[in-house]
């Protein structure tokens, strides 16, 4: 099982930026596709995450309006559109999949493969 995740960068204040995650050797859809994030000295946190088929969203509320996580079942593929990005959304993103219970989706322990993660900087 592999995630590749990408498209990060570096974007100043208020623009915007959408990562993807491209999944081998694991189907998405019996399970949930996440990304959390990590700033230095700060703990991962959820960001987003889906269900299969992509049927239900969620969002942390820091990022509600202005993140959309969408999925593409036949890319075996998951994308995160940033928009309204601002220097608290530095971090390090992750793309996780699991099959947690529901209310465990928020919680990176519920996720049993990662992404080697992309950078993404926000200037003020």
């Known amino acids: 099982v592999q995630l590749q995740a990408c498209g990060g960068g570096l974007v100043q204040a208020g623009g915007s930026l959408r990562l993807s995650c491209a999944a081998s050797g694991i189907s998405f859809s019996n399970r949930y596709m996440a990304w959390f994030r990590q700033a230095p000295g700060k703990e991962r946190e959820f960001v987003a995450a889906?269900?299969?088929?992509?049927?239900?969203?969620y969002h942390a509320d820091s990022v509600k309006g202005r993140f959309t996580i969408s999925i593409n079942n036949a890319k075996n593929a998951v994308y995160l559109q940033m928009n309204s990005l601002n220097p608290e959304d530095t971090a390090f993103y992750y793309c996780?999949?699991?099959?947690?219970?529901?209310?465990?989706?928020?919680?990176?322990?519920?996720?049993?493969?990662w992404g080697q993660g992309t950078q993404v900087t926000v200037s003020s």
């Open positions: 889906i269900s299969r088929f992509g049927l239900t969203t």
């Open positions: 996780a999949t699991g099959s947690p219970v529901s209310s465990d989706k928020y919680f990176p322990s519920a996720y049993g493969y």
